[in-house]
Structure formats: structure tokens, C-alpha cells
């Protein structure tokens, strides 16, 4: 399966509308991604995970799913995507703050760490990889069932190298889930670039291996992302099984606020990559086709400005998690622990 990149938005079947939805969800997404890093760098956030390069991958399959019918098991880097599925920049910033309400993990979960149950979006962990398999598991069951939902299964390049990915993808193709494996490839595992962790150039040349189609797009170009997000994700819902997609994209800041960069990248390489940034890419698009305009950019920044103030002072009031509750959900039967609240 091959796309070619897509000039224009009509092409692809996407209103103007449709359009200007992605865009206002990047730059939010963006937005509180900054807020975010602010947060942490002034001791109010613990950890921080940045999507800033990814927001086209996240943007262009999210805009090819059905929100709240398919499932996603996403990548930790896609903030975008999920709100535009339909998680609030409330929910999200109760989520980095650790507060009981929490609709990942109430507060108990480090940053990033998806998952919200009405919008089939499942929860991921730290350690990479043991959640390909599992959303391959979701495929497999819902192809018993009957229906017409398709599971996209979001992972980094790295993650890409783990026996984990190998075993789902060799099930998915064999039982013909109703699945799509993306694989977000910013050029690093943590620090490691990509030549030191594989012998090919191109994931996706993996694909064949497992007898389904591979695909590499330009991650940074939304409506290409898209145009092979809905492509595979019909395929996906006709019963023809998985697509693996390989999306290029960039990370424009360290791995996440526990990492340094400057130790591994050189400033050349850091401004390359900004120059590749997504957002700005895409509101270039839309400056182009006439559907934006500088007067349109400053009332659309005020207007998320708003939003995400609004959630931060909306989440840093709420109550932190009881210590009672640290082992909800862990085990079966809470009677377990004794009157102390300890086994």
C-alpha cells in the first residue's frame, strides 16, 4: 500500500470544518503541552511527557476513528489525539496533577499514562511494548464478537525493536485483526537514534515479514497521516486485517523532563527538527487554501489561552487522592489488608 502526499483537504473527502477542528486541536494541544513543561519546571508538576512534533500523527488517525465506538491503545506522545477523541483539557491537567478525580488512574499513575473508559481509550504503563498485545487482544475479541470497531496501536520507534510488537503484529496478521500499528518514529529511543537500533531505514519494511502492508508517511504532514490512517483503518473495519504505518515525525523537546537532550543532540540538529514542526506546517495549509489568517490565529490563541488557564486553576483545586486508596483496583478484594491499611 502506498499514499502519496496530499496537496489538499477536498481531496480526502474533509470539509473546511473538518479542517479547522484539527488545527484548533494541535495548537491546544500545544499549548498545554507549554503549560505543562512551565508547570513542572516550577515544582507543581512531578513529570512531564511532551508530544510536541507528534500533534500531526495524533491528529490525522484520531480524525480517521470513530470516537467512542473504536478503541485506542495509544502512543504516550499523543496528547492530540486525544483530545480530539474527546478527552477534556480539564481531565488532562487533573491528570498531571495527580488530583482523586482523575479518570486515567485516580492520581495514582505518572503523567502520560492514558486510558478513559467511555471513550474505549485504553490505559498504557511505563514500560514499552506489553501494550501492543494486549491491544491486538482487544482486535481479536471484537473480531469474535461481530462488530465493525477497529483498534489503532500507537508505539515509538524504539518500542518497535521489543519481542512484545513482533508476536502481536505475526497474530494480528495471522487472525486478521481489525487493527492498525502505528509507529511513531521521531529518530530516538531515549537517546538512542535509530541506526544503532535497527539494520533497516524504514520500519515499515517489516511489514512484509508478517504478510501485511507497511506503509512510511511523513508524520509531520497531517492530512497525509490521515489520508493512510483512513485507508488502513477501512481495511481494518472490511475485514482485510492489519496495516503497519510508519509516521516520521520529530521531538522537539527531550524525551520527557527527566532527560537532558543537549547531552545526545547537537543545536543543529534541534533547530533542524523545529523546522519540521507540524503546527506551524499546517496552519501554512491553512493560510494558503484561505481558510486562515493572522487575525484568526490571535483570537483562536486567546481562546485556548482561556481554556487552559481555566483547567489548570480548575484541576490545582481539586482534592489530591485518599492514602487509603493507593491499592483500589490492585487487588481483587480489598479485605485483604488489615484495619491498618496494610497486608
Request: with cysteine; hydrophobic share 40%; aromatic share 8%.
Amino acid at each position: 500500500m502506498s499514499v502519496q502526499t496530499v496537496l489538499y483537504h477536498q481531496d480526502l473527502g474533509l470539509s473546511d470544518e473538518d479542517v479547522l477542528k484539527m488545527y484548533r486541536v494541535m495548537a491546544l494541544s500545544r499549548l498545554l503541552d507549554d503549560r505543562m513543561w512551565l508547570l513542572n519546571r516550577q515544582g507543581i508538576g512531578h513529570f512531564a511527557v511532551p508530544g510536541q512534533g507528534h500533534e500531526a500523527v495524533a491528529i490525522g488517525y484520531a480524525a480517521a476513528l470513530r470516537p467512542g465506538h473504536d478503541w485506542l491503545v495509544p502512543h504516550y506522545r499523543d496528547l492530540a489525539g486525544l483530545l480530539y477523541l474527546g478527552v477534556t483539557p480539564r481531565e488532562i491537567m487533573v491528570h498531571y496533577l495527580a488530583k482523586a478525580e482523575d479518570v486515567m488512574s485516580g492520581g495514582r499513575q505518572n503523567y502520560a499514562h492514558w486510558g478513559h473508559t467511555r471513550l474505549r481509550i485504553k490505559t498504557i504503563s511505563s514500560p514499552q511494548g506489553p501494550h501492543v498485545p494486549q491491544g491486538v487482544g482487544i482486535a481479536y475479541a471484537l473480531k469474535l464478537r461481530g462488530g465493525d470497531e477497529v483498534v489503532w496501536i500507537g508505539f515509538g520507534d524504539g518500542t518497535s525493536s521489543k519481542g512484545d510488537v513482533h508476536e502481536a503484529m505475526n497474530f494480528a496478521a495471522i487472525h486478521k485483526t481489525p487493527c492498525v500499528f502505528c509507529c511513531e518514529n521521531n529518530g530516538y529511543a531515549i537517546s538512542v537514534t535509530l541506526d544503532k537500533q535497527m539494520a533497516v531505514e524504514n520500519v515499515a519494511e517489516r511489514a512484509a515479514g508478517y504478510g501485511m502492508p507497511g506503509v512510511v508517511v511523513d508524520g509531520t504532514n497531517v492530512l497525509e497521516v490521515y489520508a493512510a490512517a483512513k485507508e488502513a483503518v477501512e481495511r481494518a473495519r472490511a475485514g482485510e486485517g492489519p496495516t503497519f504505518i510508519e509516521a516520521k515525525c520529530v521531538r522537539l523537546y527531550p524525551h520527557t523532563s527527566n532527560d537532558d537532550d543537549r547531552h545526545y543532540r547537537t543545536p543543529e540538529e534541534r533547530e533542524e527538527a523545529k523546522r519540521r514542526d507540524p503546527v506551524p506546517k499546517f496552519r501554512q495549509y491553512l493560510q494558503d487554501v484561505g481558510l486562515w489568517d493572522e487575525e484568526k490565529e490571535a483570537a483562536l490563541q486567546e481562546e485556548i489561552l482561556n481554556v487552559v488557564e481555566e483547567a489548570i486553576e480548575y484541576a490545582m483545586q481539586r482534592p489530591d487522592p485518599r492514602a487509603e486508596d493507593a491499592v483500589l483496583h490492585v487487588y481483587a478484594d480489598n479485605t485483604i489488608l488489615g484495619s491498618d491499611g496494610y497486608l
